[in-house]
């Protein structure tokens, strides 16, 4: 048996059983997750938040739509970044359509589907600098997901929250 094959051996029997205990307690598997809290709104103030803005930096860009002469960036659980690109060695941001907890988007002809958070919205983008909302639908989607496997903090599980309350995204805690 070479030295490499002792040492393996050597370290496997004296990590493992450790591994095995931890998997066995479960608060010892919950205590190592990620703990998130969720970012809530109400759900007047979620119907009234679809709005174009002035443009903003891209934070945390999802997936990229072309609109004509426009590019419709997603930031994840925020919105969409309108861009002009007509003249594509300059591109010129036009706007920002802030859509609380949209993970996607779609787009048929000039009108933008989105998740606002569980509801779906349509805006028309007819004239992409005068974005206006068409129409919603709630209760579409079921709530946002935890970003990764994870644990809620106890307050704000879905029990404890007030019936009013939708999901807008996650905050991280530790």
């Known amino acids: 048996m070479s030295k490499f094959s002792v040492l393996l051996a050597f370290c496997a029997v004296a ?3 450790g591994c ?3 998997l066995d307690d479960p608060k010892a598997v919950a205590d190592s997750l990620p703990v998130y809290r ?8 979620l119907e009234q938040a679809v709005a174009l803005l002035p443009p903003r930096d891209v934070q945390a860009p999802g997936k990229t739509y ?3 002469a426009y ?3 997603n930031e994840q659980y925020e919105g969409i970044h309108i861009i ?3 003249d594509p060695s300059r591109p010129r941001k036009v706007g ?3 859509i609380p907890g949209s993970l996607g988007v779609a787009m048929r002809g000039p009108v933008l ?3 606002n958070a569980v509801d779906l919205v349509t805006i028309d983008l007819t004239d992409p600098a005068n974005a206006r909302v068409l129409g919603r639908v709630r209760n579409v989607f079921p709530e946002l997901p935890l970003p990764e496997t994870a644990s809620v903090e106890p307050g704000y599980r879905a029990e404890n929250r007030p019936p009013d309350a939708v999901v807008v995204g996650w905050q991280k805690i530790r």
């Not at 969720?38 to 103030?45: D, E, F, G, N, S």
């Open 96 to 98: 920002f359509l802030r």
């Open 20 to 22: 095995y205990a931890q």
């Open 84 to 86: 002009d690109n007509q």
């Open 38 to 45: 969720p970012l809530l709104m109400t759900r007047a103030t």
């Open 113 to 115: 589907y989105a998740d």
């Open 15 to 17: 990590v493992l059983p």
């Open 66 to 68: 072309c609109h004509g």
């Open 71 to 73: 590019l419709l960036v």
